[in-house]
């Protein structure tokens, strides 16, 4: 059996919890809109492969599962955009 590499693996995160003793994961995996199309839109700001922007992205983990579903729902109408501006590939 081969080694695991990253790619293998779901697109999922665990939660973490900074208290006085540190950082710890917990055990219940969050989901992330992440597709491994890691390139960022110079004019948006936003991720061509998800639609977030930088800061979205850096703070997804410390996000509360309310944050995460605000950003959640922007992010079909970033990705139209940009697909309208001709960076997604052609339009149908």
């Not at 992440?34 to 998800?50: E, M, Q, S």
């Not at 979205?56 to 410390?62: G, K």
Request: aromatic content about 6%.
């Amino acid at each position: 059996m081969g080694a695991t590499t990253a790619s293998d693996k779901p697109s999922l995160f665990y939660n973490s919890i900074n208290d006085s003793h540190g950082i710890f994961m917990t055990s219940k995996p969050i989901s992330s809109p992440c597709i491994k199309v890691c390139a960022i839109d110079g004019p948006t700001g936003w991720c061509l492969g998800c639609g977030r922007s930088l800061n979205e992205i850096a703070e997804w983990v410390a996000l509360d599962q309310d944050g995460r579903d605000a950003v959640q729902v922007l992010l079909p109408d970033r990705l139209e955009q940009l697909k309208a501006h001709g960076k997604l590939g052609r339009m149908e």
